[in-house]
């Protein structure tokens, strides 16, 4: 407790704690101890480790894909190796690793933000993490085998008829399966935890507005991942028991699925969103040192887009046979998700406003969030009206969409919340010079690699194409599309080396537990966490609690020195 | 405004970097039309919310700004920009909403007097030739009125408005000819139509825009527009053609069939 940083924290004052003696257990080795634990922070860490080695898997997959359409009729990739190169990079990176990557944070930080000392089901929460695990064990045993090729959306009856061989589409379902039932274990802890084991004080206009996130994505997670569930099971059913779910030859239909398929992905996306804006809505006021703009109006607009996400999901169905009036009620709620987004961007930039903005790694990577993200946003306008969507739908101007939101968005605030989160998991900041180039190589690589895209997909070139022409003249744009995808990976790459070097080197200054100056309860904590986080878990006046405790020991300091001097 | 300008200026040389393609047949125009104000409006707001965060991090970063103020929140300034955003989406929807039925309903236009002349449609307003598309793995079949058919490319009359009944036949596919309109997804078991009215003949490319399986990529489509009386003895030389491939199966069936059951 009494090492803390000279320059972040006010000096040789620390929040009051109180020292327990603590309980000894029997010692085991370190890997059974990982193993089996229940610990929420050991487990976050599990879940992060294990998310971010699918995110350099997923990663690599996205070059191969890059380096394939570099230049027109390349040969890098076969067909069909393509095809299961780009079902292998959208399912993991929407299952093993945006959304596994957000429950780890969660279950590190939800606990010790609400301050409580784990979750509400310790071992629920490792039987969450361990189905995770499972189900990319599963996937990726395809490898061996034959992998899936029909697209993570593995739409029928392309997924479900004779036309791919082998049987990668069951282990695909089989993930579902498996990392849908983690989720939802891990949302019902996360829901439970934020609502029974808040410390004392935190009413719900305290919680913190990561755990206001992970309230509207757990009900959103609670509501539709058993609807891809069910879908998925019917496709196996379809595949393997002769029933006829959506097998148009015997009078199933291929748009249900669909419809099914997309009340889920739609909701999905904004499942791998919401935690992003809660940690950027964390992150934003602890650099401006100045309080969230407008807390009601985030939190609020958090629920506002969890109701509505489930009312949007025909958009993604804009070229397929469908009423007109069914077209034109997607699109005005799909419209109508941009004012409660719109609202966050706003509250987001007006607390910047009139702050003293201290500009660390994890407000670059917000900055960086705030630009993209709105660009990404903007262009889901766009893709709302469904005249214009019918020109660049299942076209790459979509995939720079996606991309946008998903990787501008979600793994750039993964990258802030990393940066901002990592002293308190570890004890030590992660080096500040690395992980600005990483920044802007992941800045500049992105807009080089996803913006040229929009082009491409309005003069025609369709998605999940293998390869093109030469005379189509999508050369050049492809390649510049490329070169940036390397220059992404790099920084991606520096961050990761920053994480590893700064972890392996074991005499490295440690931070005390508030290195940022925060204003939410994990800061009072040492960094990392005792393993029942609080000796005393204190009282919540407000919504910053930290700032109380701070301000309070100034003053407590304060009249010590007077009275010193007095004396 | 810049944007505007800009955009105004740089359109036709940008069309497929900025704007959707178009200059084939009225729907697509009217859809890139669309699309260009909606960039318009889209580039203003990107614009002055990146503005506004540049200003701020330039502005009160803590080199210029010492003391961060304490404010949490303005309800006036917050409900005003709600209100703002909110009016902003109702009039992209009614804008949406009334440019619709041009891109979507099928041109009532009488055909051309040449196309008439040819035979190809009856006089007068609310005339159409109707084409049936088939995808399948990894080609496209057209069915014309009267029999004949072709693969991959569809011959189609200019001036007059052509209709197009879209399905599969076995997994699903998508019809996209950039040019031409939206794209219209060919699902089996159910029949989906868009439209198309050519004016300049010329050929209009395109490809499969829904993930068919391997071949995918090489699943290309194409609409060769030529004037009416071109098209009616295309439609006759392809009847012909067909007629005579016909007979030469039936002519050699039962040799085929002799060498199967040999083999």
Redesign the interface.
């Known amino acids: 407790m009494a090492i803390i940083e000279g320059t972040a924290t006010r000096p040789a004052v620390s929040p009051p704690t109180i020292k327990t003696d603590r309980m000894t257990r029997p010692r085991r080795p370190a890997w059974v101890e990982w193993v089996t634990t229940t610990d929420h922070k050991r487990i976050g860490i599990l879940y992060l480790a294990t998310a971010i080695a699918f995110f350099l898997v997923g990663g690599v997959e996205a070059l191969m894909m890059r380096t394939q359409l570099s230049r027109p009729g390349n040969d890098v990739l076969t067909?069909?190796i393509y095809?299961q190169v780009l079902t292998m990079h959208g399912t993991t990176m929407v299952f093993l690793f945006l959304m596994p990557l957000w429950a780890g944070f969660a279950n590190y930080f939800v606990p010790l933000q609400v301050g409580a000392r784990d979750m509400a089901f310790p071992r629920m929460n490792a039987l969450s993490y361990w189905l995770f695990l499972a189900g990319g064990v599963v996937f990726y045993a395809t490898l061996f085998f034959s992998p899936p090729?029909?697209?993570w959306t593995a739409?029928?009856?392309?997924s479900t008829?004779p036309?791919?061989p082998g049987n990668g589409t069951d282990a695909w379902i089989f993930l579902i399966h498996l990392t849908g039932t983690s989720s939802i274990l891990g949302a019902i802890n996360i829901t439970v935890t934020i609502s029974n084991m808040r410390a004392r004080g935190m009413g719900w206009g305290r919680v913190p507005l990561f755990c206001w996130s992970l309230v509207a994505q757990a009900i959103m997670i609670l509501l539709t991942l058993p609807v891809v569930a069910a879908a998925v099971t019917m496709m196996l059913t379809d595949r393997h028991f002769g029933t006829c779910f959506f097998e148009?030859?015997c009078g199933?239909?291929?748009?249900l699925y669909q419809h099914l398929f997309w009340f889920f992905g739609h909701p999905e996306v904004y499942i791998m969103i919401l935690p992003a804006f809660g940690a950027i809505s964390e992150i934003l006021p602890v650099f401006?040192?100045?309080?969230?703009?407008?807390?009601?109006?985030i939190a609020a607009s958090s629920v506002g887009i969890a109701f509505l996400s489930m009312l949007v999901w025909a958009h993604h169905m804009f070229?397929?046979?469908m009423a007109?009036a069914a077209l034109?009620f997607f699109?005005?709620s799909s419209?109508?998700i941009?004012?409660p987004t719109?609202?966050k961007?706003?509250?987001w930039?007006?607390t910047?406003?009139?702050?003293?903005?201290?500009?660390s790694t994890p407000l670059y990577f917000a900055?960086g969030f705030?630009?993209l993200f709105?660009?990404g946003g903007?262009?889901g306008?766009?893709l709302a009206?469904f005249?214009?969507?019918?020109?660049?739908?299942?076209?790459y101007f979509v995939v720079a969409h996606f991309h946008f939101v998903l990787v501008a968005g979600s793994v750039s605030a993964v990258m802030a919340a990393l940066y901002y989160w990592f002293p308190k998991m570890t004890g030590r900041r992660l080096n500040e010079t690395l992980g600005k180039w990483s920044f802007w190589l992941q800045f500049i690589g992105f807009l080089g690699t996803f913006l040229i895209q929009h082009?491409l997909g309005?003069?025609?070139m369709?998605r999940?194409?293998?390869?093109?022409g030469s005379d189509m003249g999508w050369g050049t744009d492809n390649l510049i599309s490329t070169i940036g995808s390397y220059i992404l990976g790099i920084g991606v790459v520096l961050t990761v080396i920053n994480v590893l070097w700064t972890l392996s080197r074991r005499r490295a200054p440690r931070v005390g537990p508030d290195p940022w100056r925060g204003n939410t309860l994990e800061w009072l904590t040492p960094s990392p966490p005792p393993a029942h986080n609080f000796d005393v878990v204190p009282v919540v006046r407000s919504l910053e609690p930290m700032k109380d405790a701070r301000r309070r020991v100034a003053e407590l300091t304060e009249r010590e020195t007077e009275t010193v001097s007095v004396r | 405004m810049a944007v505007g300008v800009t955009l105004a200026v740089a359109a036709p040389a940008y069309a497929g970097t900025l704007l959707p393609e178009r200059g084939g047949s009225p729907n697509a125009d009217r859809t890139a039309s669309l699309y260009t104000v909606v960039l318009v409006l889209a580039g203003i707001v990107f614009v002055g919310v990146v503005a506004a965060l540049g200003y701020a991090l330039w502005r009160y970063h803590e080199r210029r700004n010492k003391v961060a103020a304490q404010i949490h929140g303005h309800t006036r300034l917050e409900i005003g920009w709600t209100l703002a955003a909110t009016a902003l989406i109702v009039f992209l929807a009614v804008f949406s909403l009334t440019k619709l039925a041009s891109i979507d309903d099928p041109d009532t236009a009488a055909a051309s007097p040449a196309a008439v002349q040819a035979g190809i449609v009856k006089p007068g307003e609310g005339q159409s030739l109707n084409i049936d598309v088939v995808g399948m793995q990894y080609v496209w079949l057209y069915r014309y009125p009267g029999g004949a058919y072709s693969y991959t490319e569809m011959v189609a009359p200019t001036g007059v408005t052509v209709k197009l009944n879209i399905t599969s036949q076995d997994v699903a596919h998508s019809w996209w000819i950039p040019k031409l309109g939206g794209k219209f997804d060919a699902i089996p078991g159910y029949t989906h139509q868009t439209w198309f009215r050519i004016t300049k003949p010329g050929v209009y490319r395109g490809q499969c825009a829904e993930l068919c399986g391997r071949n995918h990529a090489n699943m290309l489509a194409q609409v060769r527009a030529v004037p009416p009386d071109e098209y009616v003895a295309w439609i006759q030389r392809q009847k012909q053609q067909l007629a005579a491939a016909e007979a030469a199966r039936k002519r050699d069936a039962a040799k085929f069939e002799s060498q199967q059951g040999a083999g």
């Open positions: 067909p069909e095809n090729e029909a697209g739409y029928t009856p392309l008829g036309y791919i148009p030859t199933g239909s291929a748009m401006a040192r100045k309080p969230i703009f407008g807390y009601k109006a070229a397929t046979p007109t034109a699109m005005l419209m109508l941009a004012i719109g609202v961007i706003l509250n930039v007006a910047l406003f009139h702050g003293s903005i201290n500009a900055a705030l630009v709105t660009l903007i262009t306008v766009m009206i005249p214009i969507d019918r020109q660049v739908h299942d076209t082009s309005l003069s025609g369709p999940r194409i293998y390869t093109y």
